[in-house]
């Protein structure tokens, strides 16, 4: 491990002894893992909905929502102190190092703003796992775009911020962020058409054609 470090930090300057650069990695792992474990839970047990919120399936994904977006203002806040304690190294040229991350600040933010106002707070926050179902697949942009808009555009904003403060190994961490939006849509993916498809095989044997909430 060590020896891999080394051959790496050859080619792309990072120090590996600050404490601040694998709490980062950890916080980045963490979130996605544990949301999509509550988020099951909940489909299968309903533990927030019946125990803690008394069945109120949105009050209890409201919850989530606050704990999730908690968390994820709290793995920014060490994703930067991570990129600060790093080695700098100018990785654009001027103007460049200006206009990209700033462009790219932008644009993932657009993704992931846009995605919250077509999806709402229900369908962006795995409002699906309490039962709160979309009444069909949302389509507009940015999702006539991008299969995935919120994780590339969060993918996009910790590159802005690498490029930014100038830091190379924050392109390190961007890299490991996507790894780990891909295996975790593997998890959330198909799970999420499984929910849906038994709504569409419930509708079609009751003969009901407009249900919100399983």
């Not at 806040?77 to 040229?93: D, G, N, V």
């Not at 644009?107 to 795995?126: A, E």
Request: aromatic share 14%; charged share 20%.
């Amino acid at each position: 491990m060590d020896s891999a470090i080394s051959q790496l930090q050859k080619y792309i300057p990072f120090d590996a002894s600050q404490r601040s650069l694998w709490i980062s990695i950890a916080s980045i792992a963490f979130n996605p893992t544990a949301w999509n474990i509550v988020a099951r839970n909940e489909h299968r047990n309903r533990t927030l909905t019946r125990k803690v919120f008394r069945g109120n399936a949105r009050m209890g994904c409201y919850f989530l929502t606050v704990l999730i977006f908690s968390f994820g203002m709290l793995r920014d806040s060490l994703y930067t102190r991570a990129l600060i304690e790093q080695p700098k190294k100018a990785i654009l040229p001027q103007p460049w190092d200006t206009i990209v991350p700033a462009a790219l600040a932008i644009i993932g933010q657009i993704f992931v703003l846009t995605s919250t106002w077509q999806l709402s707070i229900t369908g962006t926050f795995l409002g699906d796992y309490f039962g709160i179902l979309m009444d069909s697949k949302v389509e507009g942009f940015p999702f006539n775009v991008l299969r995935d808009p919120m994780y590339v555009g969060s993918t996009m904003c910790f590159a802005a911020g690498a490029l930014w403060y100038e830091r190379p190994a924050g392109l390190l961490i961007t890299l490991y962020v996507y790894i780990v939006y891909v295996i975790a849509l593997r998890f959330e993916g198909p799970f999420t058409d499984m929910i849906y498809s038994t709504r569409e095989k419930l509708r079609a044997g009751s003969g009901v054609e407009t249900k919100k909430e399983l």
